[in-house]
């Protein structure tokens, strides 16, 4: 039963849709931002701000490329940062859909500490210490809705759906994009919910883009290993779907 | 003597030219070396008066910018999300720098042409911060010679870091 995401970010023209359908979705209010000398905005993601499209311009193996990525929680299957708080009323996953999910009571657990074990920089702290994600839209797809993200993607960059199906299609996007884009690739595609479609290397999207590539502390590191070594009941978990 | 490398004329002879003060017209003219153009992004409509009302809007494309090419920036000393000034014959803006690659000198007659690059969708009210205003007050009052549509494709300019 459990769901996944595909971002084809060799579909997604940086129209930000997805960022705004967050927000709306979620009533979170705008950020106070300036122009920093890109189009990109907010700058990073916040309490207030799930979802967000970087923007990177990188001269590649084709030529000058403006490249996006729609950044998000990628619901590890295994997921460190709930590992982590081992505090199921604060953060756990939805056997349902496979979201991982904070709650109010995240404000009483060591927020830097979770901060640190989320291989990708997700999770984002109040003033007051509660922590606050993307929740995979809990809402709407226990309603049978889609995310909001996904259902406001006017190019088809984003799908969500029962795992097997996602990953099938996550395979023959790769193989349409390989025509395209030989060193295209999908992002640490066993071990998370979402997973990405990239044309060229991870780290010239972002730093964060994939678990391995990150820039990573000690605590991230442990965190790192205890995700990538129940590969098994990864494996597992996919099988059941 | 200037010279159009496109056609015998300088200038379309039956586009509309005006003759108030601020019909004010400069080609060759060194005060205004760099080709301006106008355009728009996907967060805002025309002027904006709708758009920068919109919180998340805003909050995406926030200010007004210039976008140019890192030669130009070296050549004026200009950092990338530095605020600088853009004028022209008949007004004055200010803007954040974009540098970026997207944007290259023109080789135009043998010499190299800069081009810089704004939306015009910004003005008054909205963002609270008074320092925002509209590109068109850069542009000719000039226009298609059957329709008037306005030209704000092709305009000289310089750009200046702001003291
Ligand atoms: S991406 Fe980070 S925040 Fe999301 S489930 Fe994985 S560890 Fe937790
Ligand atoms: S799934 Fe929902 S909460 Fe997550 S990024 Fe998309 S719109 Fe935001």
Known sequence: ????????????TGCRGCQVACKQWHNLPADPTVNMGSYQNPQDLSFTTYKLVRMQEHVTEDGLKWLFFPEQCRHCIDAPC????????????NPRTGAVLYTAITKDLPAEEIIES?????????????LAKCDMCQDRVDNGM???CVKTCPTGAMSFGEREEIVEMANSHLMMARKKFKNANLIDVDTIRVIYLVGF???????????????IGITRHMALQRMFRPFKRAGAQLMRG | MEKNFLNAKLINPVAPIYDTEKDTYATCDPRYPYVGTTYRVTEHWQTGVMTRYQPYLLEMQPQMFVEMSEQLAKLKQIQNGERVRVTSARGAVEATAIVTKRFQPFNVGGGIVHQV????????????SGTEDSANLLTPSTGDPNTRIPETKAFMVNVVKLA
Do not use: Q
């Open chain 1, 1 to 12: 039963m459990a769901k996944s995401f595909l971002i084809d970010t060799t579909l997604c």
């Open chain 1, 82 to 93: 709930e590992a982590t708080a081992g505090e199921p009323t604060a953060v756990f996953t």
């Open chain 1, 118 to 130: 989320c291989p990708y920089n997700i999770p984002r702290m109040a003033p007051d210490g509660t």
């Open chain 1, 146 to 148: 889609l995310p909001a």
């Open chain 1, 201 to 215: 290397k991870p780290e010239l999207y972002h730093g964060f883009a994939m678990a391995s590539n990150a820039e």
């Open chain 2, 117 to 128: 690059g704004l939306p015009w969708h910004f003005g008054w009210i909205k963002p609270t």
